[in-house]
């Protein structure tokens, strides 16, 4: 068969996108890690003075037994706290931790997961308003304590780069952790969530930590302006904010557009400190599940690399 011109130079392009496909694609593992899912190592185990169990997702090559401290250098750690009644791995494949945290940045990813209530629904015990706050209930905060310094038992752990990323009833406690454990936390995001309220202990953390702030106007369940839940007052976005915005030399700048990937609108509210930094997603049309926000994760996890040092 005779190819004309056309043809054969078509042929030759597409022999050699091909290549160039394969030669990125080994770059992309060569560099950046781009490697399956197997190459996580997922454990589970149980903190010792509670006896409740969490996760710890960590590459293959930083993962080693469960007793034994993980060689090379010490990893960045995200604690992913999930909604009320919302299962903690769903959370995980939904924000695709495993290739955008673990595989992508190297971090321990940290799942922990909150206690049943009485409906069997899993909780956080992180304000009055939400959820399951009941007297003699858990105290999560003292949780998430040790479950931080079992991490650092049994892995080579970052001290300086804990992240804290938390939805709904998880930013919640994202919120209330920050407030009372600064000393140990560099930043968090908080998600369709809020600060404590009048009925709570008060915000008053011993150092700063940078935060990112997101919340749908539109949001029913956990209203942009405050309200409240289970008998109980949670305060609006700009109140929840309000106790990382003290610090002197802070420097305001606001822009409003499309982030990559994410389709609704958002406001973005950016407060630079020396120490550290404050940033507010608002978004117009956004309800409490924010779906699309799943596309903007990357976004997120860079706010948290970036954090200041305090």
Not at 22 to 34: K, N, P, R, W
Not at 211 to 225: C, N, P, Q
Request: charged letters at 25%; a positive charge.
């Amino acid at each position: 068969m005779f190819w004309g011109p056309g043809v054969w130079l078509r042929s030759l392009w597409l022999r050699r996108l091909r290549s160039r496909l394969l030669a990125t694609a080994v770059a992309c593992a060569a560099i950046f890690g781009c490697r399956s899912a197997s190459e996580v190592d997922e454990v589970t185990v149980h903190e010792p003075t509670t006896g409740r169990a969490y996760r710890i997702l960590a590459q293959r090559s930083e993962a080693g037994g469960q007793g034994d401290p993980a060689p090379g250098e010490a990893r960045p750690v995200l604690l992913v706290l999930h909604p009320y009644a919302y299962p903690a791995e769903e959370l995980v494949n939904a924000y695709r931790l495993r290739e955008r945290a673990v595989r992508g940045r190297g971090w321990l990813v940290v799942v922990p997961e909150g206690e049943r209530d009485r409906e069997g629904k899993q909780f956080w015990n992180a304000s009055a308003a939400c959820c399951g706050a009941e007297p003699g209930g858990p105290d999560d905060v003292s949780f998430l304590h040790a479950v931080l310094d079992d991490v650092a038992r049994r892995r080579r752990v970052d001290t300086t780069r804990v992240f804290v990323l938390g939805v709904s009833n998880g930013g919640f406690l994202a919120h209330r952790f920050a407030c009372d454990a600064s000393e140990r936390v560099r930043a968090i995001v908080s998600i369709a969530a809020a600060g404590p309220g009048p009925e709570d202990p008060p915000c008053r953390p011993t150092r700063p930590v940078s935060l990112l702030h997101v919340h749908g106007v539109l949001d029913e369940t956990i209203r942009f302006a405050g309200g409240t839940a289970r008998g109980a007052r949670y305060p609006a976005v700009e109140d929840s904010v309000a106790p990382w915005l003290r610090s002197p030399g802070g420097a305001l700048s606001r822009r409003r557009g499309a982030l990559r990937w994410f389709g609704p609108k958002v406001e973005i509210e950016t407060h630079h400190f020396p120490t550290h930094r404050v940033e507010v997603w608002t978004v117009p049309e956004g309800d409490h599940a924010l779906s699309a926000l799943r596309h903007a994760v990357p976004r997120l996890l860079d706010f948290l690399e970036a954090a200041p040092s305090g």
